[in-house]
């Protein structure tokens, strides 16, 4: 079983940019689809990014045309660059693991959670 690690939160001002990273070990990154979730205080998590094995993409409306996934599969790393941040972007940010083909947006299908990384927005 791959374990995560994020990286890279912390706080930055509205219209300002952060990339998160997630590190997997443990076991080939190959064959998995990661994705990006976040949960904000008092509110339940949700989708924020997925990303295939070829790299094949899928957002949220909410981050569409402002976040970015990626991944390096020699470095067993997924990224999430965030630009244009908004107050409301201000949630712990997970990063997960699914065994699959395409990306997916549904939190049931990923096996695998990092413990999260903070990022807060400030005005």
């Known amino acids: 079983q791959v374990q995560l690690v994020e990286s890279g939160g912390g706080l930055v001002q509205a219209g300002g940019s952060l990339r998160l990273s997630c590190a997997a070990s443990g076991r080939t990154f190959s064959g998995y689809v990661m994705g990006w979730f976040r949960q904000a205080p008092g509110k339940e998590r949700e989708f924020v990014a997925s990303i295939s094995w070829i790299s094949s993409t899928y957002y949220a409306d909410s981050v569409k045309g402002r976040f970015t996934i990626s991944r390096d599969n020699a470095k067993n790393t997924v990224y999430l660059q965030m630009n244009s941040l908004k107050l409301e972007d201000t949630a712990v940010y997970y990063c997960?693991?699914?065994?699959?083909?395409?990306?997916?947006?549904?939190?049931?299908?990923?096996?695998?959670w990092g413990p999260g990384t903070q990022v807060t927005v400030s005005s």
């Open positions: 997960a693991a699914s065994l699959g083909l395409a990306p997916v947006s549904d939190g049931n299908e990923y096996r695998t």
